[in-house]
């Protein structure tokens, strides 16, 4: 669970809550019509923009914003030394044989277990990384869109509103629900792009550099499992991906 997310999300929703209810009740800032507009037509033209498939894809994603993060950088150095030990003590096919939950790590041991040449397993790696990236820039432009979908819907509303405000000046009682319609679109829409997509969009923009960064350990480890054989060696190459401050130091497996 990501906690820093989970802070933000609670604090932030409090904050903006206590300051309505310091001057009212919340039934002032609920608008059924208004929420459609902006979310509705967010949505809408967020569809116009792009295939269904990443749209339903980004809201996946958008998933993982609260949920663990991916293998910390420092235990993916940890897993390339173990694969270089296991290597030097069992030969290069030893790894054909092991069990990896990532594909890309699966991928990297079995070109390793191949004995393919170093050139080979950086075209085919980086063609990976990059196709990695693509695709989350892609899902990661849904909300930057969304986000600036949702203030242009807010004022649509808030125009929709005053035309119905000033269309039904005559009539006192329609002149407060279409006033309210006009205010609350804008409010909603700034706080759909606030407080909602923007932020989904930086942590996944985040994640994907977590990712990548894992990603180039790997096959730079695999390169270097190739050419060196050495954990300590393939260790002191690896972990100068890791700012200092954060490197942890080699852990070596116990013998049974």
Same mark, same amino acid.
């Given at each position: 669970?990501?906690?820093? $997310?989970?802070?933000?999300?609670?604090?932030?929703?409090?904050?903006?809550?206590?300051?309505?209810?310091?001057?009212?009740?919340?039934?002032?800032?609920?608008?059924?019509?208004?929420?459609?507009?902006?979310?509705?037509?967010?949505?809408?033209?967020?569809?116009?923009? %792009?295939?269904?498939?990443?749209?339903?894809?980004?809201?996946? !994603?958008? *998933? %993982?914003?609260?949920?663990?993060?991916? *293998?910390?950088?420092?235990?993916? #150095?940890? =897993?390339?030394?173990?694969?270089?030990? #296991? $290597?030097?003590?069992?030969?290069?096919?030893?790894?054909?044989?092991?069990? /990896?939950?990532?594909?890309?790590?699966?991928?990297?041991?079995?070109?390793?277990?191949?004995?393919?040449?170093?050139?080979?397993?950086?075209?085919?790696?980086?063609?990976?990384?990059?196709?990695?990236?693509?695709?989350? !820039?892609?899902?990661?432009?849904? /909300?930057?869109?969304?986000?600036?979908?949702?203030?242009? /819907?807010?004022?649509?509303?808030?125009?929709?509103?005053?035309?119905?405000?000033?269309?039904?000046?005559?009539?006192?009682?329609? #002149?407060?629900?279409?006033?309210?319609?006009?205010?609350?679109? $804008?409010?909603?829409? =700034?706080? %759909?792009?606030?407080?909602?997509?923007?932020?989904?969009?930086?942590?996944?923009?985040?994640?994907?550099?977590?990712?990548?960064?894992?990603?180039?350990? =790997?096959?730079?480890?695999?390169?270097?499992?190739?050419?060196?054989?050495?954990?300590? =060696?393939?260790?002191?190459?690896?972990?100068? /991906?890791?700012?200092?401050?954060?490197?942890?130091?080699?852990?070596?497996?116990?013998?049974?």
């Amino acid at each position: 669970m990501d906690i820093g $997310t989970i802070i933000g999300i609670l604090a932030g929703n409090a904050l903006i809550l206590s300051a309505m209810l310091m001057g009212g009740t919340m039934d002032m800032f609920i608008n059924v019509p208004g929420l459609m507009i902006v979310f509705g037509g967010a949505l809408a033209a967020c569809l116009m923009a %792009f295939q269904l498939k990443d749209v339903i894809a980004a809201f996946k !994603a958008a *998933m %993982f914003v609260i949920s663990g993060d991916k *293998m910390e950088p420092n235990a993916m #150095v940890q =897993t390339m030394c173990d694969l270089c030990t #296991v $290597t030097r003590k069992s030969g290069l096919v030893a790894l054909s044989k092991m069990k /990896f939950e990532e594909d890309f790590l699966r991928k990297a041991a079995n070109l390793i277990a191949d004995g393919t040449k170093e050139e080979v397993i950086r075209d085919a790696l980086t063609i990976e990384i990059d196709a990695m990236k693509s695709r989350h !820039a892609v899902i990661q432009d849904v /909300f930057m869109k969304l986000a600036a979908y949702s203030p242009a /819907f807010g004022m649509i509303g808030t125009l929709i509103g005053l035309v119905q405000m000033l269309a039904n000046l005559s009539d006192p009682a329609a #002149v407060g629900p279409a006033m309210a319609v006009a205010l609350l679109t $804008t409010l909603y829409g =700034t706080m %759909f792009a606030n407080m909602l997509f923007n932020p989904i969009a930086a942590k996944l923009q985040s994640r994907t550099m977590t990712e990548v960064m894992n990603l180039e350990i =790997t096959f730079e480890g695999a390169c270097a499992i190739l050419a060196e054989g050495n954990p300590m =060696t393939v260790y002191e190459k690896l972990s100068s /991906f890791i700012p200092g401050r954060e490197r942890k130091p080699l852990e070596k497996k116990k013998k049974k």
